[in-house]
């Protein structure tokens, strides 16, 4: 069990938007923490998407955006396209466990 | 462009030392600013972060691994190092090393499963 949750898994239509949630507490993203987003494609390694709560790095569509409130975070694609079907996991760090940890991931359908 | 490629015993038996290496290419270890990190995922599960060093050789290790993980680096090969003993069935998964900028891993090598089994 991860001390970030994450829905198991969501699912959107082509052309919609969805969310995916990233939720804390106060000795990780409610203590400032910086949150980062990955996206796994089938078989292949995780790739940074978001990082620093809302930052994309160089080649990241902004159909993808981060946000935080409190002790969570979340994880926002727009315009779904059938390519984005994947795994997403947030990361963050936590004070009480000292050690940087991944919410349990959360799969994208594309309906 | 820099990239990693992990590298090491695909199969290890119960009780013994997973040994994998992380052969960066494309740039240098050494570059200021930088941690390389290792991350593991079990089969069919989510990431859990392993540790990380640096070039100087600080290391850094998820505390309920540390006791059985070792991390370091050769700048002269331009390569970084995990060892894990006293495997069990649990430690079977794709392992990940990656360069790490401030709290994040931005460039990750394509993985390499790892399976502890007689």
């Known amino acids: 069990q991860s001390v970030l949750t994450q829905p198991p898994s969501v699912s959107g239509a082509p052309g919609q938007r969805v969310t995916i949630s990233c939720t804390g507490s106060s000795s990780n993203i409610g203590a400032n923490y910086d949150v980062h987003w990955y996206q796994q494609l089938p078989g292949t390694a995780p790739k940074l998407l978001i990082y620093?709560?809302?930052s994309r790095p160089s080649g990241v569509p902004d159909r993808f955006s981060g946000s935080k409130s409190g002790t969570s975070a979340s994880l926002a694609i727009t315009g779904l396209q059938a390519e984005d079907e994947a795994d997403y996991y947030c990361q963050s760090y936590d004070s009480s466990l000292d050690v940087w940890v991944f919410g349990g991931g959360t799969r994208l359908t594309v309906l | 462009q820099l990239q990693l490629r992990e590298s090491g015993s695909g199969l290890v038996k119960p009780s013994e030392t997973l040994s994998l290496t992380c052969a960066v290419s494309?740039?240098?270890?050494?570059?200021?600013?930088?941690?390389w990190s290792w991350i593991r995922q079990p089969p069919g599960k989510g990431l859990e972060w392993i540790g990380y060093?640096?070039?100087?050789?600080?290391?850094f290790y998820n505390p309920s691994l540390k006791s059985r993980v070792t991390i370091s680096v050769d700048t002269s090969k331009n390569q970084f190092s995990l060892k894990v003993s006293s495997v069990t069935a649990a430690d079977t998964a794709v392992y990940y090393c990656?360069?790490?900028?401030?709290?994040?891993?931005?460039?990750w090598g394509q993985g390499t499963m790892v399976t502890v089994s007689s």
């Open positions: 494309g740039g240098s270890i050494s570059s200021g600013g930088y941690s």
């Open positions: 620093g709560h809302s």
């Open positions: 060093i640096y070039q100087s050789g600080t290391t």
């Open positions: 990656a360069r790490r900028v401030g709290s994040r891993c931005d460039i």
